[in-house]
């Protein structure tokens, strides 16, 4: 965790790292995000909501500076990804993006007005009851919370556990978020057994990680577009475990969503798990 705290930090203007160090450790490994938003006073996101630090409030300037270093000071390498306002910033650092938004190109944004640095975080042994439950991993599982349940967390320990088990697991890691890869390493432990695919799409990737890796179980995070089911149904066709996650609270509400319905009715996800509460989260297994 300290080599990702760095990576954040690296982001910072430099009053906004002083203002870090005044704020107590206990907070900051709390912490799931740093809001930027101009005109107000910088914020940490915690579980129990967002508090503010530092004297002095965000000006565009500050937002500049986390977009350049965030970018390697070249947002047109980003500008796939700004388009669908974020930037990944190594290390599994992801910075959410708002403003003006443009059509196209690096012109995607425009007149900056709030960042969201998430920061990333790995939590060995959480949901472990719950994983043991779902070995030997032969049945794909769908992962359920609202936006900043523990999806991700949770995903990256369930994939961890089924590579240790000596399940061959393919990674299709779109906003390197799950393996957080840093010239070739992966930042976060994801088993011995594990393949990641770094910066293809989910749909794109899933099909690529299908034809060149032989993986007995692919992992996707946050599914829901059209063409991710798709290419999820053809990889559960020719064999594949599916590991993936949604948003949502429970499966009443997924059934709402045409696409994740139409999902559900595929019947390739045999259990779900939904993630509830966000100071002590619990995790509930259930049969589809």
Request: net charge neutral; glycine share 10%; proline share 3%.
């Amino acid at each position: 965790m300290d080599s990702i705290w760095t990576g954040v930090e690296n982001l910072l203007p430099e009053h906004l790292r002083h203002s870090l160090k005044t704020v107590s450790e206990n907070i900051l490994a709390d912490a799931e995000e740093i809001r930027l938003r101009t005109g107000v006073h910088p914020t940490l996101l915690l579980p129990q909501g967002e508090i503010p630090f530092g004297k002095n409030k965000i000006v565009w300037n500050d937002l500049a500076f986390v977009l350049d270093r965030g970018s390697r000071s070249s947002l047109h390498s980003v500008s796939r990804e700004l388009k669908n306002g974020y930037i990944s910033a190594g290390l599994g650092i992801r910075i959410g993006v708002c403003g003006r938004l443009c059509s196209g190109g690096i012109e995607s944004f425009q007149d900056v007005s709030s960042v969201a640095i998430r920061i990333p975080h790995e939590i060995r042994g959480v949901g472990c009851e719950t994983i043991k439950s779902i070995a030997p991993y032969e049945n794909s599982v769908l992962i359920i919370s609202p936006p900043g349940g523990g999806k991700t967390t949770f995903l990256r320990e369930l994939i961890r556990s089924a590579s240790e088990g000596g399940k061959r697991v393919a990674v299709c890691d779109e906003r390197n978020e799950i393996a957080a890869m840093w010239k070739g390493k992966a930042a976060f432990d994801l088993g011995i057994h594990t393949d990641v695919l770094v910066g293809a799409g989910k749909a794109e990737g899933i099909t690529m990680l299908m034809r060149s890796m032989n993986p007995e179980i692919i992992a996707v995070d946050e599914i829901s577009a059209e063409e991710d089911i798709k290419a999820i149904e053809q990889a559960a066709g020719c064999g594949a475990v599916i590991f993936a996650s949604v948003h949502g609270s429970d499966i009443k509400e997924l059934r709402k969503r045409p696409s994740i319905n139409e999902l559900l009715g595929m019947e390739i996800f045999k259990r779900a798990v939904i993630i509830c509460g966000r100071e002590k989260r619990r995790y509930e297994l259930i049969n589809l």
